[in-house]
């Protein structure tokens, strides 16, 4: 069964302080990792797509890293507006469009 | 403005009553998706659809049903049969030749 696990559920910051996100998955045939960013009462925002194993990708002090069991999403000098939670999902074979989500992380950046 | 909008924001429904979701987009996007958020959960997929006049059921579709007359629109209806209701309702859609999702904004459904 395919399934996403997001570690850890909360993490507090100060401004400054980087940190990773982690995103532990287990699907039959990786077509894709996503990332976003939710903020409350707003539909997720899309960040970065992973493909294959070593690929990497950056925006801003966001960078997403992929193994053939985990994402990571860096945040490097994090400032409060990075504040919001962060949602990890994996699509696997199949073509259908079919994302598996983990449950979030809820990061807060303090001044 | 392309996007992808949802109607209403806020939704309260009485026990026993079936109630619409709207979910409109412009991008000229294949496919569509309708997730259920519940709070400290992923989201979760209800229904979906490739095509015009197509669709799937998701991992959770009982108490739910949607329709795809045309491109731009996916309707979901709640209908009494779905138990436990309350949620946000988030709707995405994309090409069908590219695997990113975007998401619309969200209706928070309640029963009173």
């Known amino acids: 069964e395919d399934q996403v696990t997001q570690s850890p559920e909360a993490l507090r910051l100060q401004e400054g302080e980087s940190s990773s996100l982690n995103c532990s998955y287990t699907v039959s045939g990786l077509r894709g990792l996503f990332w976003y960013r939710q903020d409350p009462g707003k539909g997720p925002e899309f960040l970065f797509t992973l493909y294959s194993a070593g690929e990497e990708k950056e925006k801003e002090r966001l960078k997403a890293t992929l193994t053939k069991k985990e994402s990571f999403l860096h945040i490097t000098a994090p400032k409060p507006e990075d504040s919001a939670t962060y949602l990890c999902?994996?699509?696997?074979?199949?073509?259908?469009?079919?994302?598996?989500f983990g449950q979030g992380t809820t990061l807060q950046v303090k001044p | 403005d392309g996007g992808i909008t949802q109607s209403p924001k806020y939704l309260f429904r009485k026990e026993g009553q079936n109630v619409t979701l709207s979910c409109e987009q412009n991008l000229n996007h294949d496919a569509m998706y309708w997730y259920r958020q519940d709070p400290g959960q992923g989201l979760r997929l209800i229904y979906y659809s490739q095509i015009v006049n197509d669709f799937q059921k998701g991992d959770i579709a009982e108490g739910y049903s949607v329709s795809r007359e045309k491109k731009e629109s996916f309707p979901l209806t709640v209908t009494s049969a779905q138990k436990n209701p309350t949620a946000f309702y988030l709707c995405?859609?994309?090409?069908?030749?590219?695997?990113?999702?975007?998401f619309g904004p969200g209706t928070r459904l309640t029963v009173l």
């Open positions: 995405a859609s994309k090409m069908r030749a590219t695997d990113t999702q975007y």
């Open positions: 999902a994996v699509e696997g074979s199949g073509n259908t469009g079919k994302l598996i």
